[in-house]
Structure formats: structure tokens, C-alpha cells
């Protein structure tokens, strides 16, 4: 198989609802292993370094003063194809394209308060890992139950 790492942010607007755990539910129950997690307020330095590729489209002032407006929770799961099987679970980012049983399609009503971010790329994942994530925070775990999913 093709095991992966993958990172994914709930947004402000997630904890504002209190649906942390459901969302995690969702990964969890898939099978994939979470192997770090925190709560942060994120610095606009670090938020622009996260949102690099979109910096001068018109929506990237937006994404960064969203994902700085309150606390967000950083994780980082692992398992097989992690980082498109995660994605299937966020569904589309495009709101209206997110079909109900997504995370975007349950939670979302416009894509700019997306309450979601989920790596799109293997690299992109160890990129935004390493500058959530120090090396000691991170936990990989040896799933007992593995055989079943």
C-alpha cells in the first residue's frame, strides 16, 4: 500500500460550532491513524507562509484574516493514500460542488468561511507538516486493529 502522511486544519468556524469531534470522527473512523494535533492561534507570517501559492489572488487577504481570526486545530494523520483519501472525505472546495457526507458539504454554506484545509499533495503535506508540526510532536503508532480497515 501507499502510506502517507497528510495535514489538516479545521478553521475558526469549526470550533465556533463545536464540530471538532465529529470531523475527527470522520478520519478516525476511515481507518487513517492521527499521529499529531493542537490548537493554535495562527501569526499572519505563518499564514501567509501556508497560503504562499495563492499570495496576490484576490482571495488570499481573505484566507489569511479567516484562518487568524480565532483558534484553528492542526493535525496530521497517516495512513494508506492518506492525502486523496482524506480530500474525498473533506469533499470539494468549491462549496456548492461538496456533496452532503463531505465535511464541506455538511458544514460549509460559502467557500470563503471553508471550515476545512486538507493537503492537496503529497509535498504540499510535508511541507505544511513541517511548518505546523516540530519532528517531536509528532507520533506515528503502530494500529493493532490495522488488518480491518
Not at 129 to 138: D, S, T, V, Y
Request: glycine share 6%.
Amino acid at each position: 500500500m501507499n502510506n502517507q502522511r497528510s495535514f489538516v486544519m479545521l478553521k475558526p468556524g469549526v470550533l465556533q460550532r463545536r464540530a471538532v469531534g465529529d470531523i475527527l470522527t470522520r478520519f478516525e473512523r476511515k481507518g487513517l491513524r492521527l499521529i499529531a494535533m493542537k490548537m493554535l492561534e495562527i501569526p499572519p507570517a505563518m499564514a501567509c507562509a501556508h497560503y504562499a501559492e495563492h499570495a496576490g489572488k484576490d482571495f488570499f487577504e481573505h484566507l489569511v484574516s479567516y484562518i487568524t481570526s480565532g483558534p484553528v486545530v492542526a493535525m496530521v494523520f497517516e495512513g494508506d493514500c492518506a492525502v486523496s483519501l482524506i480530500r474525498k472525505i473533506c469533499g470539494p472546495t468549491r462549496v456548492e460542488d461538496a456533496p452532503p457526507g463531505t465535511v464541506r458539504g455538511d458544514y460549509t454554506m460559502h467557500t470563503p468561511l471553508n471550515v476545512i484545509h486538507a493537503s492537496d499533495l503529497p509535498e504540499n503535506a510535508e511541507r505544511e507538516i513541517r511548518l505546523f508540526f516540530k519532528p517531536e510532536e509528532i507520533f506515528p503508532w503502530t494500529d493493532g486493529n490495522a488488518a480491518w480497515y
